[in-house]
């Protein structure tokens, strides 16, 4: 359970905003829809935040669960997602890992059928450039055995699809993991319009586009999403921006 008075409890309230601010984007942005989870480790714990099983862009702060490792939840009035054993399971095998996506993006199940898979041809893919793998299970993992699997599966990458499900996306923050999951979509949308007209192949110099530092801060593009879906206003999104310093580049 976890310790009120410590101090990574003082940062739930945060971190829960923040969860709803990206059910907000990633739902504008066509990758959430009435199904899908996001979810967010509490530092510190062995414990994580999800939205409950309902449609994400519905969730208040006061309706995010906290659940640990072993998927029991702890606090919030629930239910959680049946398929949360996906979150505990990158959490427990994935230190790194400060936030997971699943959701059933519409380009990126296509592609995820394709026997190629993403091809790195465009800047918006450069991220996912050392690979997307595919889990080749189609059904929903409500189960630690599962979803262990599918975390084998997974590696190091930001990303795997679930063939003819959707797609599992992780990162090492709220933000970024919303951004990484856009981009996948946007990627896959890509290809599939390009493989219309011609042969798609890899950039030559394709490597990833963002490092960890950059999706911990997206200074840039957060703020626009934030802006382009009215989650805050134009004064709330400038005073939360941290800006690089002159001349800092990562």
Known sequence: MLRKDSAEASKIPNLKRRLVDGLQVITGEGVLSGSGHLSARIPGTKTFLINPRFAGVLADSKDICTVNFEGKRIAGKGPVPSETPIHAAVYRSRPDVG????????????????????????????????????????????????????????????AVFLRAHGVVVVGPGIEGTCLSAIQLERACQDQLLMMSITTVKPMSDAGRGRNNARLENPYRAWPFLLYKHKVKSKAEIRAGIRTLEEGEHY
């Not at 889990?135 to 599918?150: H, K, V, W």
């Open 99 to 158: 936030s997971v996506i699943h959701c059933h993006a519409r380009y990126s199940i296509l592609v995820g059928l394709l026997d190629s898979g993403l091809i790195p041809f465009n800047r918006e893919a450069r991220l996912f450039a050392d690979g997307v793998p595919i889990f080749p299970e189609s059904r929903g993992i409500n189960s630690f055995t599962l979803a262990q699997r599918m975390v084998d599966a997974l590696g190091p990458h930001y």
